[in-house]
């Protein structure tokens, strides 16, 4: 299915090129996992839902041993100064300068938007999305990163733009829709023209929309650093819901990935794999038939729905269990049964990106 939504949209009269990553799986319009190259144009369906869903790793300064030592402290952190869902909220909020943008009177749905996005500002969605403490193990000295080859403390989380976004994806999906009718197979892929008001209008609030992203991860590390302490050494981080203005074969392009993470030469990224297994600091090598991308993480081999009735809360303590790890909330959609064997997808992907460190979990938050 996730192959054939692929070829759908390479059939577009605005498609350039396209590639699936080997964490590959369906979705709506474009799959989890496609990356989709066209000219002059942008389709809401393939950013996703969840504008500007990305990975954030900060590596301090507190020795790794800590995390067994004074666990209490972390879980507590955790319990404490992390949101989730539609309906936590943090009691109180910093001034974020991004609230202070013009982009947000320029467009009425963002200046309808600004009091939820300030709402919601430092919370995680639900599903898929995590904050977690665990082991930063950086294999070689890498001054990229300007940090030595050895163990570190770290905080990753993944989650995106919270209502913000969502409610944007789907006013423009809609638009888009309007503007640009498709046969039936093909409808999800209704694109919206750059060079259009409408066109130029998403671009804008998508852009809004992913750095609002990074800013709530930004105040999610800054509420768990000031709790348990320590200082930042550094931080890697990436989109992986997007599209991007981009040179491929000597021409600019719209590059969408929808749960793809971008892997030109250098660039440095984060590949999860489940609330138990490692997952992956790589550097990308600007694999040039992969539009510069790679897997979002290790991908799902069961849907939700079939990962609820497969597996229990039984089978989830036990794999939790065996590698040493604490879950606070979570479901069986999430077990870490119900993803891909994240080795079997970097080796998949070695022509794509280097690996250059591990994150291992230990603590583990996510919605209940």
Same mark, same amino acid.
């Given at each position: 299915?996730?192959?054939t939504?692929l070829?759908?949209a390479?059939?577009?009269?605005?498609?350039?090129?396209?590639a699936?990553?080997?964490d590959?799986?369906?979705g709506?319009?474009?799959?989890?996992?496609?990356?989709?190259?066209?000219?002059?144009a942008v389709?809401?369906?393939?950013?996703?839902?969840?504008?500007?869903?990305?990975?954030?790793?900060s590596?301090l300064?507190i020795?790794v041993?800590?995390?067994?030592g004074?666990r209490?402290?972390y879980?507590k952190?955790?319990?404490e100064h992390? %949101?989730?869902?539609m309906?936590?909220?943090?009691?109180?909020h910093?001034e974020?300068?991004i609230?202070?943008?013009?982009?947000?009177?320029?467009?009425p749905?963002?200046?309808?938007?600004?009091d939820?996005?300030?709402k919601?500002?430092?919370?995680?969605?639900s599903?898929?999305? +995590?904050?977690?403490?665990g082991?930063?193990?950086?294999?070689?000295?890498?001054?990229?990163i300007?940090?030595?080859k050895?163990?570190?403390?770290g905080?990753l989380?993944?989650?995106?733009s919270r209502?913000?976004?969502?409610?944007?994806?789907q006013?423009?999906v809609r638009v888009?829709a309007?503007?640009?009718?498709?046969?039936k197979?093909?409808?999800?892929?209704?694109?919206?023209d750059?060079?259009?008001?409408?066109?130029?209008?998403?671009?804008t609030?998508?852009?809004?929309?992913?750095?609002?992203?990074?800013a709530c991860?930004d105040?999610?590390?800054r509420?768990l650093?000031?709790?348990?302490?320590?200082r930042?050494?550094?931080?890697?981080?990436?989109?992986?819901?997007?599209a991007?203005?981009?040179?491929?074969?000597g021409?600019e392009?719209?590059?969408?990935?929808k749960?793809?993470t971008?892997?030109?030469?250098?660039?440095?990224?984060?590949?999860?794999?489940?609330?138990?297994?490692a997952?992956?600091?790589?550097r990308?090598?600007?694999?040039?038939?992969?539009f510069s991308?790679?897997?979002?993480?290790?991908g799902?081999?069961?849907?939700?729905?079939?990962?609820?009735?497969?597996?229990?809360?039984?089978?989830?303590?036990?794999?939790l %269990?065996?590698?040493?790890i604490?879950l606070?909330?979570?479901?069986?959609?999430?077990?870490?049964m119900?993803?891909?064997n994240?080795e079997?997808?970097m080796?998949?992907?070695r022509?794509?990106?280097?690996?250059?460190g591990? +994150?291992?979990?230990?603590?583990?938050?996510?919605d209940?």
């Open positions: 299915e996730a192959k939504q070829y759908t390479l059939k577009l009269p605005i498609s350039v090129g396209g699936l990553m080997p590959a799986h369906s709506y319009g474009l799959p989890i996992g496609g990356v989709l190259a066209v000219e002059n389709i809401p369906y393939g950013v996703g839902l969840d504008i500007g869903c990305r990975m954030c790793l590596i300064d020795p041993s800590y995390l067994s004074a209490d402290k879980e952190a955790l319990a992390t %949101k989730f869902g309906y936590e909220t943090h009691k109180s910093i974020h300068e609230f202070d943008r013009d982009t947000f009177s320029l467009i749905i963002l200046k309808r938007l600004k939820k996005a300030i919601q500002m430092g919370t995680s969605g599903g898929n999305h +995590f904050v977690e403490f082991e930063v193990e950086l294999l070689a000295d890498d001054p990229q300007g940090l030595p050895g163990k570190y403390l905080i989380s993944h989650s995106g209502g913000f976004g969502a409610e944007i994806a006013y423009y888009a309007e503007q640009c009718p498709l046969p197979e093909a409808q999800q892929f209704a694109w919206l750059l060079s259009t008001h409408l066109g130029l209008e998403y671009w609030a998508m852009n809004l929309a992913g750095d609002y992203a990074s991860h105040d999610i590390h509420r650093i000031r709790a348990v302490g320590g930042l050494r550094a931080r890697i981080e990436n989109h992986h819901n997007f991007w203005k981009e040179i491929h074969n021409k392009v719209v590059v969408h990935r749960g793809a971008p892997a030109g030469e250098g660039v440095l990224g984060i590949i999860p794999a489940s609330m138990t297994d997952g992956y600091i790589v990308g090598k600007g694999n040039a038939e992969s991308s790679a897997s979002h993480g290790a799902r081999a069961f849907s939700r729905n079939e990962s609820r009735n497969r597996f229990t809360s039984s089978d989830i303590k036990k794999a %269990k065996a590698k040493d604490t606070i909330g979570g479901n069986a959609e999430e077990a870490p119900a993803y891909k994240i079997t997808v080796q998949s992907q022509d794509l990106v280097e690996v250059i591990r +994150f291992q979990p230990r603590i583990v938050r996510m209940k």
